[in-house]
């Protein structure tokens, strides 16, 4: 994004404009953070909304750096903020695993997309994800999309470094069994 | 095919960035609206807070406890004689104590050892006695017990003897030394006897952490075993022992140890439980076999066998499964009691320590192997834990 740092200081200092474009800019990215963890569309959109008043009330403690890496952290410190949005939605639940299929309208390829296939193998492979019970579809982002240590997870879903090592052991072991499904269907 | 590992990681990944998630619509407004409506709060100092109270409450706890031992710290008088030292407590009016309250007296070479001890209470030479009142009025008797040695002798004096009387008395009397009892011609009257008595009834409650674990799948939550024991030691080195014991299992397993002929009629013919999150209420009824490996005085190690009947009150289990290529998921709750007769074999290994005549602590780390399956599904559940106990015998 041009002039990253000026709408950053923007956003620190509650310009609207700013917030507009920084919402704009990153509404594609947090969505597809947020809908790996949240099951409902709609809900998902909500936790999105909930996540950006949430990173706009706290950009005071944004501490821009230089043009060239304030896009990448300000990305982190979005990211961050999604996540934990998205974990605080699921433990208001209950953590309870939710029921009925995703419907169509969440999913849209784009018409000039060069790789359709891959986009829909990429759906699907999402859909396996968000259809893990929520502790092991959290531990699953968590660790191999996001990139957080066990250590971390345990921190923030206030669990076991060994609760986390098994629900992630549980959690490929349900999406191989489930990837095998899919492929012996294919074949 | 796509193999598990960073294969499978790589794929999801790429799959996160690129997954086509609909973004259509903009709700800048409703969440412009709601930024200015949310005041900015500061940054609480939880974590500061947090510690400020739990530096707060350590020293609290440690003003009382230093308080409560000024409190009750007693005096104590120290008359050092020819061969031994004794410390007398001194909170008994009209007793031995009093008598010789704030006496001290040494000898060259000797060397007082201040003990404090409860109300009524001595040590000689490190050994514990207890001064109690005799069945004849206006006596006092002097009972001296060594390492638990249960070996009582007898000193009277009359309430209100002087010093130099219960000094010349207990000099005179036979003397604990190097763990024998010997009499004034210094030969060994009675040999040591182990506290240990056999024969006779215990019993105590333990409590501890459990993890169980199906077909070394990986441990699900810690929880607490916690009941009653009790048994009968019936020579120096065989104890047999039961109770009854309640615990909360929690396992995970793979559906393929699953049997789907117990479940429930929700579960339809062609639907594979993929994985279960199981846990259950068990109340288990031990039978074992102790065998005393080490019995000191004050301390014994053992190994026990036996098995474990388990009477399971409830069930809840959480399902990954698959029917007709879709994954779902269901839970199921069930309350039938179901009884399982000689559930599981029992290995465990321990360390019991005497607290005092008739009480002792006990550490017992235990493995329980399943020899039947239990719940709904027949889940050969494997439990290991430690059992902390104190107990209490009849010997």
């Avoid at chain 1, 956003?11 to 099951?39: M, S, T």
């Avoid at chain 2, 796509?2 to 973004?23: C, H, T, W």
């Avoid at chain 2, 010997?182 to 501890?208: M, S």
């Avoid at chain 2, 269901?330 to 290995?347: G, P």
Wanted: aromatic share 10%; hydrophobic share 35%.
């Amino acid at each position: 994004m041009e002039h990253i740092t000026r709408i950053i200081e923007g956003c620190i200092a509650k310009d609207y404009k700013c917030q507009k474009i920084v919402y704009e800019h990153y509404r594609g990215f947090v969505l597809r953070i947020i809908f790996r963890y949240i099951y409902r569309y709609e809900k998902a959109i909500d936790v999105m909304n909930d996540g950006f008043v949430k990173l706009f009330n706290s950009f005071h403690d944004f501490k821009p750096v230089n043009d060239e890496d304030n896009e990448k952290i300000l990305m982190g410190y979005i990211k961050r903020i999604m996540i934990n949005t998205s974990i605080d939605a699921l433990r208001k639940g209950d953590m309870l695993p939710e029921i009925g299929g995703i419907p169509e309208h969440a999913w849209r390829i784009p018409s000039e997309a060069t790789n359709p296939d891959q986009l829909l193998l990429y759906k699907d492979l999402i859909v396996l994800v968000k259809r893990l019970p929520p502790q092991y579809r959290m531990i699953f982002n968590l660790y191999v999309i996001d990139g957080y240590s066990h250590l971390e997870i345990a921190g923030m879903l206030n669990i076991s470094v060994g609760t986390s090592k098994s629900g992630l052991s549980r959690a490929r072991s349900i999406l191989q069994h489930s990837i095998k499904m899919i492929e012996s269907a294919i074949i | 095919m796509i193999s598990p590992g960073n294969d499978m990681d790589e794929l999801f990944q790429k799959a996160a960035v690129e997954y086509p998630v609909r973004q259509d619509g903009n709700e800048w407004n409703s969440i412009a609206v709601r930024i200015a409506a949310s005041p900015v709060i500061p940054k609480q100092k939880k974590g500061r807070r947090k510690y400020t109270g739990l530096v707060i409450f350590f020293f609290s706890i440690g003003m009382l406890s230093s308080l409560l031992t000024q409190l009750t710290m007693q005096k104590t008088a120290v008359v050092v004689s020819k061969n031994w030292n004794i410390d007398i407590n001194t909170n008994a009016p009209g007793t031995i104590a009093s008598v010789i309250d704030h006496q001290l007296f040494t000898r060259s070479g000797s060397k007082p050892t201040a003990s404090l001890y409860s109300h009524g209470d001595l040590s000689v030479n490190g050994v514990r006695a207890t001064i109690s009142r005799i069945e004849r009025p206006g006596y006092e008797e002097l009972e001296i017990n060594q390492n638990d040695i249960n070996r009582t002798k007898k000193m009277e004096h009359a309430v209100g003897s002087s010093n130099k009387e219960i000094e010349s008395s207990l000099k005179e009397q036979t003397l604990l030394l190097d763990g024998v009892l010997k009499g004034n011609d210094g030969q060994p009257t009675l040999p040591a006897r182990n506290h240990h008595k056999y024969r006779g009834l215990f019993g105590g409650i333990v409590a501890g952490p459990q993890l169980n674990e199906v077909r070394s799948q990986g441990m699900g939550r810690t929880n607490l075993s916690i009941g009653i024991l009790g048994g009968y030691q019936f020579s120096k080195r065989f104890v047999i022992e039961t109770g009854i014991l309640f615990s909360k299992k929690a396992y995970f397993s793979d559906g393929k140890y699953f049997h789907m002929k117990n479940s429930d009629p929700s579960m339809p013919s062609d639907m594979k439980v993929m994985t279960i999150d199981g846990r259950s209420h068990v109340f288990e009824i031990p039978v074992k076999l102790r065998y005393n490996l080490v019995a000191k005085p004050k301390s014994l190690v053992f190994s026990a066998i036996g098995f474990s009947s388990y009477i399971l009150t409830k069930e809840k289990n959480d399902y990954v499964t698959m029917r007709n290529g879709n994954l779902g998921q269901m839970t199921s709750n069930y309350k039938d009691v179901n009884r399982y007769i000689a559930a599981t074999f029992n290995l465990s290994a321990g360390y019991e320590h005497k607290l005092g005549k008739r009480n002792s602590i006990r550490l017992e780390p235990y493995i329980q192997i399943p020899v039947k399956g239990i719940g709904v599904g027949s889940m050969p559940v494997t439990s290991a834990g430690l059992h902390i106990g104190i107990f209490w015998d009849k010997k």
